[in-house]
């Protein structure tokens, strides 16, 4: 693994199921982050986590839900996936500190019909 | 609340100059980064600032005024493989980035 990796690349889910998106980072980077990107809105944070343990929500976090057991994964799940959840996910980390360039995994389309 | 504006798109030759513009205003300022998007693949990162000023980094340049809240990322000879969106990012006071929605890039021949 050489940086970060989401599976699956895509999916079409229908609605109503339950989905969970992965992630996981070999960066050892404290910090790690769920977006979702839709056309003209540009990245929007779902969820974050400064370091294993703990997790916070952001601007988007209705319908989602996150973990972070350990340091390199941080899976995203949708309890129920709604047709407004169709979008393109984006897993990213940082280092966490005060700089905070953030790395991104290649995303997940995910359509909810 | 929380803004970034950019405009949405711009079209530019190949071999030309070309600016693109970033305002903000944000609950605190901890610097400002600019990505490139080609379509269908993730961000990566091109540059930061944090103190007013040019920085640059071969073709690409970046420049921060503070005191206006504004930004721009100069692209200097222009190649096709520069057609790509390119978002403009704020870290506000809780140092999380705050994201503008992106400009899209289209270099013509």
């Known amino acids: 693994i050489a940086g970060i990796t989401q599976a699956p690349t895509s999916q079409i889910l229908a609605a109503g199921r339950r989905m969970t998106l992965r992630c996981t980072q070999d960066m050892r980077h404290n910090a790690m982050y769920w977006y979702r990107q839709d056309l003209g809105l540009g990245l929007r944070l779902i969820h974050y986590?400064?370091?294993?343990?703990?997790?916070g929500k952001g601007e988007v976090p209705d319908g989602y839900s996150v973990s972070r057991a350990n340091t390199d994964d941080f899976p995203l799940t949708l309890a129920s996936a709604v047709p407004s959840q169709t979008s393109v996910y984006f897993c990213?980390?940082?280092?966490?500190?005060?700089?905070?360039?953030?790395?991104f995994g290649p995303g997940t389309r995910l359509t909810v019909l | 609340g929380q803004n970034i504006d950019q405009p949405t798109e711009m079209t530019a030759t190949e071999g030309a100059i070309v600016q693109i513009n970033c305002t903000y205003q944000t609950s605190g300022f901890n610097g400002l980064f600019w990505y490139q998007q080609h379509a269908g693949e993730a961000p990566t990162f091109l540059s930061y600032?944090?103190l007013d000023g040019l920085e640059e980094k071969g073709r690409f340049s970046s420049f921060l005024s503070r005191s206006k809240g504004y930004s721009y990322l100069l692209l200097k000879e222009l190649q096709m493989k520069d057609s790509a969106s390119y978002l403009c990012a704020v870290m506000d006071s809780n140092y999380q980035l705050i994201w503008g929605a992106g400009t899209k890039l289209i270099i013509k021949p």
């Open positions: 990213a980390s940082s280092a966490g500190d005060d700089y905070n360039e953030q790395f």
């Open positions: 600032n944090v």
């Open positions: 986590s400064n370091t294993a343990g703990t997790t």
